[in-house]
Nanobody, 120 residues
Framework: QVQLVESGGGLVQSGGSLRLSCAAS????????MGWYRQGPGKRRELVAD???????NYADSVKGRFTISRDNAKNTVYLQMNSLKPEDTGVYYC??????????????WGQGAQVTVSS
């Protein structure tokens, strides 16, 4: 069974940095894409950034230039380096991993969430 374990959340002042990690276990197959979503207070879950198995990246406009996503395929781990954090970055950050089968069916897996709080 696939499990995603996140680490690295916490409390930081505005302008500070945090690094999130997410390690996947329970599969020997590479994920087609891995990424990070977040859900702020009273908001819907939104994509922050994702990265494909060949390292193509995609970022939400609100984090471009401040966040960097990377992955280690050998370790099935994805990282999110967050710099110049703002109070509006506050939320629960969820790791996502997706596998697309031969019939094009996508299976999504989710981590338990890591709280990120940015104080002003």
């Amino acid at each position: 069974q696939v499990q995603l374990v996140e680490s690295g959340g916490g409390l930081v002042q505005s302008g500070g940095s945090l690094r999130l990690s997410c390690a996947a276990s329970g599969t020997r197959y590479r994920f087609n894409a891995m990424g990070w979503y977040r859900q702020g207070p009273g908001k819907r879950r939104e994509l922050v950034a994702d990265i494909t198995s060949d390292s193509s990246t995609n970022y939400a406009d609100s984090v471009k230039g401040r966040f960097t996503i990377s992955r280690d395929n050998a370790k099935n781990t994805v990282y999110l380096q967050m710099n110049s954090l703002k109070p509006e970055d506050t939320g629960v950050y969820y790791c996502n991993a997706a596998q697309v089968g031969s019939r094009g069916i996508r299976n999504d897996y989710w981590g338990q969430g890591a709280q990120v709080t940015v104080s002003s």
